[in-house]
């Protein structure tokens, strides 16, 4: 809709004021009619054009006919060359021949634009008509945002964002521009200005630079970039070139989408007209951009890794030469964050997330820090933050922070289609407490809240609290496959796994000490039904909410144990737990479950394999018994992976 | 989709299970199968109905062939009368007459349907398919809950929202009936129960009560109401009745959607099995219902009064006796504040807003208390709520409560239809600052936060910070119509008041001394120039955020003065305020303006008769000068009108 401005002129004093192009004056002709006027006339430079409403019954009844509702409406065709070159003046008359009066316009035509990329494209086009809002979907529109959460320096190092200037001129990449085009004399007549405004809401998410004017363009300087609007400015002017000009600004974004924020940002320009000294000026035009910020995205097992990160303890020599290996053979890089930054603390699954932020002009891996905080919890700032690597944490307020904080309980599943409705960038995958439980830990509140409010993968809460360490990698992961829906979901299974000790039994393998002590103990096998009924709900809900078929699952054959934890029974794997594995492309390394043999070879490592590799996937056994599985975890807990953006675009989403 | 469950069965036990009607069984065959069975075969019960996936090619061969994915689906047709009444065994084999064994299944089927009013025609149905979603529109689906938040009682009052416990039977007629309709056995198996749960978040928002089982329906007392699930209750077992039952819950809202709530609330109950001694239950089936809190909404002027409220003061004595014969005409009642309430505080129209909840079994109307908080604070609580009279509020958080928070302020449209959106319950305004204004004052954020937060009359933001008082109900109000869009918008116009002073001094009545006075005054035209200004700003949002044309806006004649405001000029009327009118139906109360006589007839009203009239609107001028208008107020700003709700149900809107 054609932006629209009630205007009054009056006989008695010439009135002058400023017209944007695409706009229109809406003149009420009644209002200033000296009284007794019956008809008027219309005069005006060539480059004005003017309609009346209600039409005149006779088009060529000139003057026309005054009624209640008579209203002129003014539009111009071109940009002045000088204040006030344009004109229109209305003649009212009493009968056809009685001039009454005559009311002058004086017109100043200009065009003024601010512009994003508004179609996703990496470019800033000009007045794109839906930059003023913001819709999902290949057909959607709307500019986009980063959190600007990295940290342009190595050392000394802030958040980008938690500084109120520019650090580096390399920092301008990580923002989006926003150009203010505008056409016209070489100057706005007297009084007028250009601010550029945002609200008080939208002043804590966001920043915007410019350059100084007077500053040959080649020749920036840090110091030559200031601040616009953002926390504590929430107006400011800015300058009008003159001529047919384009004024460059930098958009910061600051906060990731939260419960508090659905991650738009709008930005407002307007043009300002003097009312009279005495008197504030009023906005005559007003233009607006919106953004969405980025949510931090998560990357599934499938995409292709970038680096592996592991832990060197005083205890892991020969598991960490078994990483590389395997990470070696892969061809990825493997970053190993030593004792004086871990101080013992191995569980580099547990500590962080590697995901991404992206926009058409840029994008770059952000870690999310967990609230856990073990010895490890320097490592993200200190180690991993940095020139387009971001970091964004949560801190729990008022709350228990437990061990179902630890990122071990966070994953992501492959794309998946559920009941039409497609997740190409997956769906996250949390554990929880039992929802009919009277007690129970849960993650906290805030990285709960965090997760779903960045919307495009949106979660599902699992059931992990049974375990004694409560993680969700403790039973479940996912492999890259290349037929159904190009992965399979892991289960850890203790019904698979005494299916394999029974077989070796009846096999007359049975006389291996360790398998038949495990097929005549009552309680283990107790223990283990109840543990495969708390990975089948598991198991059920993850079928439902990923439209997935008992065809897309694997059982791994993997006993657990109960612990009598105070009242509460919890368990933890009996022998090393192969579902918690790395998995590297095709490449995966499992913990080695040391089962029985049966001709020289572990019998639960020939089923997994047996399993998996008609899949194509490559398995590698790797010992962590003693620095891992006797601490409670396994290769997965003890290691990262940072991996490849999905190809899909966010914003491409239809929400 | 038909709720699944992974159950495991064994050959060297019988297993028993309990089973839900419309929910599948799924029994993965090869998980229990002893070592080296090739097929299978099934024998049950005739309630007791099973598929097998994937389908054998021969579908006569039997037994079947074992598969690696052989999955066994059994449903059930009909309630168990014992328990474990029903059964299957699946015998496996290794070759086709070789028996290894027998897995042995017993079942008990029973009926669980947690029901809502979900089709919204005020009665709960049973298990409506979509009981357990919200959907907006008249092809939605949801069901809808009350905020209790009026007082049962007339003395002592509290909020019924603030008491744990139900303080009169009346007090069920608030909240939302929920019903669970159970069949089966006399008695669950053994270890077996049902429990009703909610999750943290939604603990804050809601109640649910239940009568106690062992007292008659007719005999049941208050103390025979318990809470099943609410604050710092998250999850608490429900009887099973046995046979087939109902078992009656009453669900109360706690709170309106805000900022941090979107009203929606999740109700689960499930079945709980018992895993073996030492183990906690697991639930093997779970049912949902959602509700939707019914947002606060405002009545527009072109709804049907009910009362009128208005202050009785040391000096208003005339005033009042006006209201009085005009509400008294009307057939209206009229509600009077007396001075030991109001103490000396007149202003009824900014201490509240009348609005009402809406649900199919229940409707009231609800008081948004203003945190303005004037010598007139204690009335809406302590006066107007009640029983079936509901009362909201907010109060500011760190932020100062200025003018703007009055609830003159606070206006809302008539219906409208704004290019193809339609807003059949109207639009919200409230006055602000202006957007480029480097200060200013606003509404308090929560205030706005909750306005919003409603979502069913999606607010408009208009600028009233350019007047003294700072209240939109100064320069605009809506009132019936018969044509068009059924109402007009009445603007304050300068313009429109210049026109009749000029038109009486052409017509030769310009030597009344107030009329030259006013005409030859610059500095008061300068300053109706830029009141007009600011009034057609916000008269542009208006038409362009209600869908209006010029026809559907009717200019008064107003006059404003500015006051210098330590820097800040801000405006007053000049003389008394018409458009700071009552609306009544077809019957206007307007400010009495004192203009300048033309045959004995005030030439003001003589023109705002002429454009009302018309429109079948009956004009009384109400001499409000001294006890109001003196005070910057008017007859709008010292009354407030319950009106009737509307007829449109809000949760047919389509958002």
Request: glycine share 4%; aromatic share 10%.
């Given at each position: ?15 002058r ?10 003149v009420?002709?009644?209002?200033c009619a000296?009284p007794?006027?019956?008809f ?10 003017y309609?009346i409403t209600?039409?005149a ?12 509702n ?9 940009v ?18 009685e001039?009454l009066g005559d009311a ?8 003024i ?6 179609d996703?494209?990496?470019?800033v086009?000009?007045?794109?008509p839906?930059?003023g809002?913001?819709k999902?979907g290949?057909?959607?529109?709307g500019?986009?945002l980063?959190?600007n ?16 200037e520019?650090?580096?001129?390399s ?7 926003m ?5 016209g004399?070489?100057?706005l ?13 939208t ?19 840090l110091k030559?970039y ?8 929430l107006?400011?002017k800015?300058p009008?070139?003159g ?5 460059e600004?930098?958009?910061?974004g600051?906060?990731?989408?939260d419960k508090?924020?659905?991650g738009?940002?709008t930005?407002?320009l ?12 009023t906005?005559?035009?007003t233009d607006k951009?919106v953004?969405?910020?980025?949510p ?5 097992n499938t995409?292709?890794?970038v680096e592996v990160?592991v832990?060197?303890t005083?205890?892991n020599?020969?598991?960490l030469?078994s990483?590389?290996?395997?990470v ?7 970053k190993?964050c ?6 013992g603390?191995?569980?580099m699954?547990d ?5 991404y932020?992206?926009?058409?002009h840029?994008q770059?891996?952000?870690v999310?820090d967990?609230?856990r905080?073990?010895d490890l919890?320097d490592?993200p700032?200190?180690?991993?933050l940095?020139?387009?690597?971001g970091y964004v944490t949560r801190h729990a307020l ?9 990122f071990g309980?966070?994953e992501?599943?492959?794309p998946v ?5 497609s997740y190409?960038l997956g769906?996250i995958?949390?554990g929880v407490?039992?929802?009919t439980?009277?007690r129970?830990r849960?993650m ?6 965090f997760?779903?409010?960045?919307k ?8 992990s609290d049974w ?8 039973f479940?992961?996912?492999v890259?496959?290349?037929?159904r829906?190009?992965f399979?979901?892991?289960?850890a299974?203790p019904d ?6 029974k077989s070796?039994?009846?096999?007359g ?20 039904g109840y ?5 089948d ?12 078929d008992d ?6 054959p993997i006993?657990?144990?109960?612990l009598e ?14 579902v918690?594995?790395i998995?590297?492309?095709?490449q995966l390394?499992i ?7 049966v001709?020289g070879?572990?019998a639960l490592?020939t ?5 998996l590799e008609p ?9 962590d018994?003693?620095p891992?599985h006797?601490l ?6 003890g ?8 190809p899909?675009?966010?914003?491409n989403?239809?929400?």
């Open positions: 809709m054609v932006p629209r401005r009630s205007f009054t002129i009056d006989t008695e004093k010439t009135t004021t400023t017209y944007v192009l695409g706009t229109e004056l809406t009420n002709l009644n209002r000296p007794q006027s019956k008027f006339s219309i005069k005006c430079s060539p480059n004005v054009h309609k209600p039409q019954k006779d088009r060529n009844a000139v003057p026309y006919p005054l009624t209640p008579s209203v002129l409406i003014v539009t111009m065709d071109a002045s060359k000088t204040a006030n070159d344009s004109k229109l003046s209305v003649r009212y008359y009493g009968e056809k021949t001039a002058l316009l004086h017109l100043t035509a200009v065009e634009s601010l512009d994003v990329d508004a996703r494209d990496g470019v086009e000009k007045n794109n839906n930059k809002s913001w999902w290949p057909n959607g529109y500019a986009i980063l959190v959460c990295d940290s342009e320096s190595t050392y000394k190092k802030t958040l980008d964002s938690e500084v109120d520019i650090s580096k001129v920092d301008l990449q990580d923002m989006s521009k150009i203010l085009r505008t056409n004399p070489a100057e007549p007297e009084g007028y200005k250009l601010t550029m405004h945002i609200s008080q809401t002043s804590e998410n966001v920043r915007v630079f410019r350059p100084r004017t007077n500053v040959q363009k080649d020749n920036l300087f030559d200031i601040m616009v609007v953002g926390t504590d400015m107006t400011q800015v009008y070139l001529g047919k000009t384009e004024l600004f930098f958009v910061e600051l906060h990731f989408p508090d924020f659905d738009l940002i930005i407002n307007s043009l300002l007209e003097p009312c009279g000294k005495d008197f504030p000026e906005p005559v035009f951009v953004f969405h910020v980025s931090w995205i998560m990357t599934p995409l292709k890794p990160y832990c060197s005083n205890d020599y020969s598991f030469k990483i590389k290996n395997l070696e053979k892969c061809g990825y890089k493997l190993i030593h004792e004086y930054m871990n101080r603390d191995r569980w699954q500590e962080l997330e590697f995901g932020i992206d926009s058409p840029h770059f891996p952000v999310l967990s609230p905080d073990g919890q490592f700032y200190e180690s991993i940095g020139p387009d690597f008022n709350e228990e922070v437990s061990s179902l904080d630890s309980n966070l992501v599943s492959p289609t559920v009941n039409g409705k190409p769906r995958i949390i407490a039992f929802p439980a009277t129970g849960n906290t509140q805030v990285v709960q809240d997760l779903w409010a960045q495009v993968q949106e979660p599902i809460a699992l059931y375990l004694v360490v409560g993680h969700v990698d403790e479940m992961t996912f890259p496959a290349p037929d829906k190009k399979r979901l892991l289960l299974s698979a796994g005494y299916k394999v000790f070796l039994q009846n096999n393998h049975g006389k291996a000490e360790s398998n038949s002590f495990i097929l005549s103990d009552k309680k283990l096998q107790a223990e283990n543990v495969q009924n708390c990975i709900w598991n198991r059920d809900v993850l079928k439902k909410e990923l439209g997935l065809e897309d699952i694997i059982d791994l006993l657990f144990k109960v934890e105070k009242t509460d029974p919890r368990a933890v794997a009996y022998y090393p737990d192969m918690n594995m998995v590297l492309g095709d390394g913990p080695k479950p040391f089962g029985p043999k001709n070879r572990c490592e089923e997994v394999c047996s399993l899949l194509g996937l490559k398995c590698t056994f790797i010992d018994l003693a891992y006797k409670l975890g396994e290769v997965h807990c290691s990262n992976v940072l991996r490849e953006p999905s899909f675009k966010w914003w989403l239809e929400l």
